[in-house]
């Protein structure tokens, strides 16, 4: 039997423990050898979960670069400005990486993680999970397959959800540009990718709107205070930290969000209330130093005149459950959320449903996005395992188009122009 492929984590928060779930379910398959955060208590909790030793528990990842090479692959889970500097450092050391979205936040700093990457012949996966979700490798298996003939347009939609958006993107870790990245890059470069993926051809124009709305000193209610615990109008606002948090907690909910608040503490009534006093979850969202757009539009021309047209919104009842919808010339395709793909063909006027396979759920921790956090290691832990990167669906050069289209975009919306997109000059 081969020996499972031993792991470093690099950022022990979140997304960096969902990861190492893999090991837990499948351990024939992954073993986590190594992690790296600077905080002591995240540190310490991983390395308990995996019994890793101590000389291999670091509070900077430069400290498990600078080691010779004791593990297969590397997990880069750290903050969108910090991607840059450990995947390169651990490209350089032979590491293969799995590196989570965005790639970077600026242009050249993703170029130079694929040329680092490329150079020293690693495997690179970054975690637009997405394109693992049991929903999108369905579509793009029927257009391939042509059931709607030649696709001429894509109407995407992601609806952030209204409690979520207050969480990450006005409380958050991603509310300020200048401490993560802009909204599209940090929320939306899973939607551009897969629509780029999907339509399989170069982007040739883009153009885009939105800003910041309603989360603004501007409109804060007449009476409220600068926090919700002792806020006087707190009971009429639907973004209540009291609400989303304590009020949850008291309702036996432990997990996301509630969990990300209570770092190093148990999470419970104490600790949620604490968190609310003293930390900035427990904030106003009208009081808040958030600067990223709540909404935004993206219009894209391909080439041979395909369109596509995305839209991200905060202010919505689901939650992320994103909706397509593919206009072909035979016919037409719609997908939302976990929902089965429906067609609908115009020559026999009739609609199939295409069901999807989550059974995989039943088996595994990694059920985020529908199962393809699952799907999104499955694929890696094997490309390493045989040293096959065709294995991975986000590989170096798509991701890097992608993004690409990314910053385009973002450029279209602060210039209020049309941007050609790999315009020679």
């Known amino acids: 039997m081969p020996l499972p492929v031993e792991v470093l984590i690099i950022g022990a928060g979140n997304r960096g423990q969902i990861y190492s779930f893999f090991a837990k379910d499948f351990p024939e398959r992954m073993k986590v050898v190594g992690v790296a955060d600077c905080r002591r208590v995240a540190r310490q909790n991983l390395q308990m979960k995996y019994s890793v030793a101590d000389c291999n528990v670091f509070d900077d990842w430069r400290g498990a670069a600078a080691r010779v090479k004791f593990a297969d692959a590397v997990v880069i889970a750290t903050p969108d400005r910090q991607h840059k500097e450990p995947a390169v450092a651990f490209a350089e050391k032979g590491y293969h990486i799995l590196l989570e979205k965005p790639m970077a936040v600026t242009v050249d700093d993703c170029k130079e ?41 894509i109407q995407h939609l992601e609806p952030v959800g209204f409690y979520h958006f207050a969480h990450s993107f006005v409380r958050g870790n991603w509310r300020n540009e200048q ?18 993926s999907l339509i399989g051809k170069r982007c040739i124009k883009v153009s885009s709107f939105g800003s910041l709305s309603h ?144 059974s995989i759920l039943q088996q595994t921790q990694l059920r985020g996005h529908g199962g393809a956090d699952y799907y999104l290691m499955d694929s890696f832990i094997q490309a390493v395992a045989e040293n096959n990167p065709s294995l991975i669906m986000t590989g170096p050069e798509e991701t890097l188009a992608s993004h690409l289209l990314v910053f385009d975009a973002e450029r279209a919306r602060r210039e209020s122009s049309i941007i050609y997109c790999n315009r020679t000059e």
């Open 179 to 196: 401490e993560s990245t802009f909204s599209l890059l940090a929320k939306s470069c899973h939607d551009i990718d897969i629509i780029n």
């Open 113 to 153: 993680i694929v040329a680092a990457c490329t150079k020293h012949n690693v495997i690179l996966s970054v975690c637009h999970v997405l394109r693992y979700s049991p929903a999108v490798v369905k579509v793009k298996e029927l257009l391939s397959q042509g059931v709607i003939g030649e696709v001429v347009h």
């Open 215 to 358: 989360f603004t000193k501007e409109n804060k209610p007449e009476g409220a205070a600068s926090r919700c615990l002792n806020c006087a109008v707190e009971q009429s606002c639907p973004y209540s930290a009291k609400k989303l948090y304590l009020e949850g907690v008291k309702n036996g909910h432990k997990g996301w969000p509630i969990s990300t608040i209570c770092e190093g503490a148990d999470v419970d009534i104490e600790s949620v209330t604490k968190a609310l006093c003293e930390g900035p979850y427990g904030r106003c969202v009208y009081e808040c130093d958030n600067d990223v757009v709540t909404h935004q539009v993206v219009n894209m021309e391909f080439e041979g005149g395909v369109t596509a047209a995305f839209t991200m919104v905060a202010f919505t009842e689901k939650l992320c459950d994103r909706s397509i919808t593919i206009y072909g010339t035979k016919g037409e395709l719609s997908s939302e959320g976990q929902h089965p793909v429906k067609v609908f063909d115009f020559l026999t006027q009739t609609k199939k449903e295409y069901p999807l396979d989550y």
